[in-house]
C-alpha cells in the first residue's frame, strides 16, 4: 500500500507506529527480506544450480531443522505427526536472480516417510519480494509435488517444466502434508540431468 508523507516524513507509520503488531510485522518483513537478499539464487543455462533449503526464508509452520545426515546438516519441514494426514499453514521461499530465460526443471533432495507425508505445493511469482516485500504478481499457481514414499534423502523432480523470465522470480515451496522435508534444490535447463549426492 503506498505510504502517506509529507516533507519526506512517513506521516503513516508515525500515526500507526504503536498498533501492536505493526511493529513486529515491520521487523519479521525486514528480516525476511534480508533473508532473500542474503541468499539470493542466480539462475544460468550453462549449469545447474544447487542450494540448501534452510537459506531459505521460513514462514509460519515450516521450520528449519538439524540432521546431520542432510546436506549442510540442516532441512526445512512442517512438523506434524507421521502419517496424521495434517496440512498447516506454512512456506519457505527463495529468490531467484534468472540470468538466462527458458524452460527449467527443479529437482528436490527429499525424505517423505508415508503416503500421508509425501508432498508440497510449488508456486513461482514474478517481480523482487526485496523491493517491495511481497512475492509478485503470480507466474505459476500452486502446484502438487508427490514425492512418493521415501525414508532416505533421495532426489524427486517436479513434474512441471518451469518456463522462467529473465529476471527476479520467487520460488516458494507450500505445505501441503505436514512431515515432508527438504534439503537441497536444483534448478536445470539440462533434461537429462540426474543428481547425485
Do not use: C
Not at 44 to 72: F, N, Q, T, Y
Amino acid at each position: 500500500p503506498p505510504e502517506l508523507a509529507g516533507d519526506g516524513r512517513d506521516i503513516g507509520m508515525e500515526i500507526l507506529g504503536n498498533v501492536p503488531g505493526l511493529a513486529e510485522y515491520r521487523a519479521e518483513l525486514e528480516r525476511m527480506k534480508k533473508e532473500m537478499e542474503e541468499n539470493r539464487v542466480y539462475v544460468r543455462s550453462i549449469r545447474p544450480v544447487r542450494w540448501e533449503a534452510e537459506k531459505g526464508v521460513v514462514a509460519r509452520k515450516m521450520r528449519v531443522e538439524k540432521d546431520s545426515s542432510a546436506s549442510g546438516g540442516a532441512y526445512v519441514w512442517t512438523p506434524g505427526e507421521i502419517g496424521g494426514r495434517g496440512i498447516v499453514p506454512g512456506s519457505v521461499s527463495w529468490q531467484l536472480e534468472v540470468k538466462d530465460a527458458g524452460k527449467y526443471h527443479l529437482w528436490g533432495r527429499v525424505q517423505a516417510p508415508t503416503p500421508e507425508d509425501d508432498s508440497f505445493l510449488v508456486s513461482l511469482n514474478v517481480g523482487a519480494f526485496l523491493q517491495s516485500g511481497t512475492r509478485g504478481p503470480l507466474l505459476m499457481p500452486r502446484t502438487d509435488w508427490h514425492l512418493g514414499q521415501s525414508p532416505n534423502w533421495t532426489w524427486r523432480e517436479f513434474p512441471v517444466d518451469m518456463t522462467l523470465p529473465k529476471g527476479p522470480v520467487v520460488l516458494t515451496l507450500h505445505t501441503r502434508e505436514d512431515g515432508a522435508k527438504i534439503d537441497n534444490l536444483i534448478l536445470t535447463n539440462d533434461t537429462t540431468f540426474q543428481p547425485e549426492g
